[in-house]
């Protein structure tokens, strides 16, 4: 047999093909003899036993377009199935037929039974053509005899709407689909000729060769078409005709595409977690899992397949009726996702492990059951819990409880035991830093082993020795009765932690200062612990500073009276962090007059008010403020507080400036200079009424970055007053580096100024001496008429004190400037040295 090589045609064309036989024309005598059958007025014919046309009636011609179409071959004339067979007319378009087949002898008749409207219009052809177009597809037909190729209305407009050209150069798009059918069926042929010869009867059909053909076509653009051929043969089996139909599956094969990136995607995100996930078909068989999984239970995946859920329970469960174990909840339960919180689980080689499972039930696109499986080793879980409860409650050098596990230890002995009878003591090693620097660091950590195992040791009963940090141990003792008391315990903790110990070959010789409190030595409401055990180890600790005090491997015993003072300190420090974060605070001013009484500046002084024990002075809560870091934020709380009050004070003839005295808020600071510019420019106030007042000492040996930031603030107008001068470390030498325009003599000279002649001879000096490099004086605590007299007389420029007015509030403030001023003592004396500088 010829190779099969289709030709393109015309649509409807005619071609003829390998199976024509051109010798088979008809002779008169045959016509004749088949004119003799009967044909209804209906469109039919006759043909003979070679399927070649002998006879026709008018209806038949009529229909196929006034050709007589006798002497063709019927496979030319009908193409397509029986049912839905199309007749090639003369103008080669298609009519849409019924063919029912009449054997009559060597004949067959042919009855044509034509759609209501046999014409190919597009009326005729709507009900196909429209179903074309909704589904996207198109079908074509190849007549294997004929060699002609055929393609449906709805076939040519998708073409069309995707920019499909069906006949290039090469041939019709379809070519490749047609020649691989077309190979497939000459290689059947080939195989039943020689089976045929042997005379074993009718070969079977080979599975090659039947069924239907899939391919798909890709054309430019990134369509994507769906080709199904299958083969219309004769009732004797020979190939007729290949018909094809193509469909576009573009969105389809997106869609699939998407599906599969995303369930990769899954997948990839399921094998990456460590978390064990399993799924389970209808009949609760595992059909996958991950790697986590498959570590968790020892077995590899094909192991675990088809494996069933009961299976999986170390534990006997109880089995439904449906063979699944009750934990596995059907998909139509009200809550299809449910977690189980302790399920055991058998792995491969029988042993047991305690798992977390959340289980999510859902219907599989059968319909069937479908479960997801997420396991956590819930062992592992508590392994791990383990491990950072002891990395946050032990003391990596010497494994004993840290100060965290310590407290953990006391609150139980506090809870389930006797309070009263739980102590605490702590032992701090005296001057231990000359161990590290003397014999270095790992000597010095292999002392504090050796004291750990020590204690371990020879510890009573009842008793839990800790490290808290350091050089620092602590004991929890259960009975302090049984230990011999407070004292004796803490002696023989001290006795413990004493002697001389061998360290890298060397002597050294250690004591330790020891503290004890027990629940009974917490005052009640110290801080919010009152019988706990951060209570009880604070007040150890306490005791251990006392012990300090009084000397090397000194005991103390926590009482009242040494407690109280320690907690009410805790408790004002965290008030005050309170008042300052809420404003709670508040300033008063003392003013700072002229000989003449004119209001030449205020101090801020700042006071805090209580609202439940009342006004706090200074005097307690500063040295709190100085112990607790917080002098930094009292320093900014009140600069920023006395800059906006001061930029609403009356002018009464020229601007009253504000003092900020400052003990926290450093020029030495990096943002000392932000601070106070920030201050200024949020306040609306000049920068020439701020002054700023440091302390003597804290001008000391400035850093350049400091001189310059005071230096960058003078320039825009601040004035700085050296507070206290003379009282300090430095000689008045010092005062000529200091770029301040203001130098305070302090109160300690003015007391004495007009009745001790050593007080005279130093305020004198110190006021010669700023009025020489150009400085002003201001005199501090001035409360008599003949200390004003005095330094009046001395050339100082401005004065303070109770003499002219105590602090005033704000408002009283207010009035005073509106008044002028205030008064002064009379007097008419002129100061030596000339007229006093400026303030």
């Known amino acids: 047999m010829d190779e099969l090589e289709p030709r393109a045609g015309e649509r409807g064309g005619v071609a003829r093909g390998v199976f024509d036989d051109p010798t088979a024309a008809p002779t008169p005598g045959a016509r004749a003899a088949h004119s003799d059958v009967p044909l209804p007025p209906s469109p039919a014919l006759v043909c003979d036993a070679e399927g070649v046309v002998r006879h026709t009636n008018a209806a038949l011609r009529r229909l196929a377009g006034s050709a007589d179409p006798t002497g063709m071959r019927l496979p030319q004339l009908l193409v397509g199935p029986d049912s839905d067979a199309r007749l090639v007319r003369a103008d080669r378009r298609l009519a849409r037929v ?34 074309e177009r909704a589904t996207r597809s198109g079908t074509w037909t190849f007549d294997l005899q004929a060699g002609t190729l055929t393609r449906s209305e709805g076939l040519v407009e998708l073409y069309r709407a995707l920019g499909v050209r069906p006949d290039g150069p090469e041939g019709p798009v379809e070519g490749d689909q047609v020649e691989r059918v077309c190979r497939m069926l000459r290689r059947d042929c080939e195989q039943r000729v020689p089976e045929q010869s042997g005379g074993s009867g009718p070969a079977a059909e080979p599975a090659s060769a039947s069924g239907p053909h899939a391919s798909e076509i890709r054309p430019d653009g990134g369509a994507v078409l769906s080709c199904r051929t299958r083969v219309d043969r004769t009732p004797g089996g020979a190939p007729l005709r290949l018909i094809g139909t193509v469909q576009d599956v573009t969105d389809r094969r997106r869609a699939d595409s998407r599906a599969q990136r995303s369930g990769q995607r899954f997948a990839d995100l399921v094998a990456t977690i460590t978390t064990g996930v399993a799924m389970l078909d209808g009949r609760g068989r595992i059909v996958d899992a991950n790697p986590a999984l498959c570590t968790l239970l020892e077995a590899d995946l094909e192991t675990l397949r088809g494996v069933p859920a009961r299976s999986l329970s170390a534990d006997p469960q109880h089995v439904r009726a449906d063979g699944l174990p009750e934990w596995l909840r059907d998909p139509s339960d009200p809550e299809p996702t449910y977690r189980i919180e302790n399920l055991p689980l058998l792995r491969a080689d029988g042993t047991r492990v305690c798992c977390e499972v959340v289980v999510n039930a859902a219907p599989s696109d059968d319909g069937r059951p479908f479960w997801l499986l997420v396991i956590t080793d819930v062992d592992e879980r508590r392994r791990a819990a383990d491990l950072l409860h002891e990395a946050g409650t032990v003391d990596p050098l010497t494994r004993l409880p840290n100060r965290t596990g310590l407290l953990e230890i006391t609150d139980r002995l506090l809870d389930e035991g ?67 008391g407070a004292r004796g315990l803490a002696g023989l903790v001290a006795e413990l932690l004493r002697g001389t110990v061998t360290v890298d070959g060397r002597p050294v010789t250690l004591t330790a200062s020891v503290g004890v409190a027990t629940r009974t030595a917490v005052p009640e409401g110290c801080h919010g612990h009152v019988t706990g055990a951060d209570g009880l180890l604070r ?161 000391v040996a400035l850093p350049r970055p400091a001189l310059d930031a005071m230096g960058e603030l003078g320039r825009r107008g601040v004035r700085f007053a050296v507070d206290d001068f003379g009282t300090g470390y430095s000689s008045l030498a010092r005062l000529k580096e200091l770029p301040a325009q203001i130098v305070k003599v302090d109160r300690a000279f003015v007391t004495g100024v007009g009745t001790d002649p050593a007080d005279f001879a130093l305020a004198r000096a110190v006021v010669e001496v700023a009025r020489a490099m150009g400085r002003a004086t201001v005199a501090e605590g001035v409360e008599t008429a003949e200390q004003f007299h005095v330094l009046l007389q001395l050339g100082v420029n401005a004065f303070q004190g109770w003499l002219f007015a105590r602090s005033l509030r704000p408002e009283d403030l207010h009035r005073v400037l509106r008044g002028g001023g205030l008064p002064t003592p009379v007097t008419t004396a002129t100061p030596p040295g000339g007229t006093p500088g400026a303030y």
């Open 98 to 131: 019924k063919v029912v087949r009449w054997p009559q002898g060597d004949n067959t008749v042919v009855l044509l039974t034509a759609f209501p409207d046999p014409t190919p219009s597009p009326v005729g052809e709507a009900p196909t053509l429209d179903l």
């Open 418 to 484: 006797d309070p009263d009878r739980v102590a605490v003591v702590c032992g701090d090693i005296d001057d231990f830093a000359r161990v590290n620097t003397g014999l270095g660091h790992d000597a010095g950590d292999a002392l504090i082993v050796e004291l750990a195992g020590k204690l371990q040791r020879e510890l009573p009963v009842g008793c839990t020795a800790g490290r808290l940090a350091g050089d620092e141990f602590a004991v929890v003792c259960t009975d302090v009765t049984e230990a011999g």
């Open 539 to 699: 007040s150890a600790e306490i005791a251990v500073g006392q012990a300090k005090e009084r000397g090397r491997g000194a005991i103390a015993v926590a009482d009242r009276d040494s407690i109280a003072p320690a907690c009410r300190q805790l408790e004002l420090e965290a008030e005050l962090r309170d008042a300052i974060a809420n404003d709670a605070l508040r300033l008063e001013y003392q003013p700072v007059v002229g000989p003449d009484g004119s209001v030449l500046s205020a101090e801020a002084l700042l006071r805090w008010s209580h609202p439940t024990r009342g006004e706090i002075s200074p005097g307690e809560f500063l040295p709190v403020a100085l112990r607790s870091g917080l002098q930094r934020e009292l320093d900014l709380w009140v600069l920023r507080t006395a800059a906006h009050e001061a930029a609403t004070w009356p002018r009464h003839g020229q601007r009253v400036a504000v003092a900020v005295n400052l003990a926290g808020l450093l020029p030495a600071d990096p943002g000392f200079l932000d601070d106070v510019a920030g201050a200024i420019a949020g306040s609306g106030l000049d920068w020439d009424q701020l002054v700023l007042e440091l302390v003597e000492t804290s001008l």
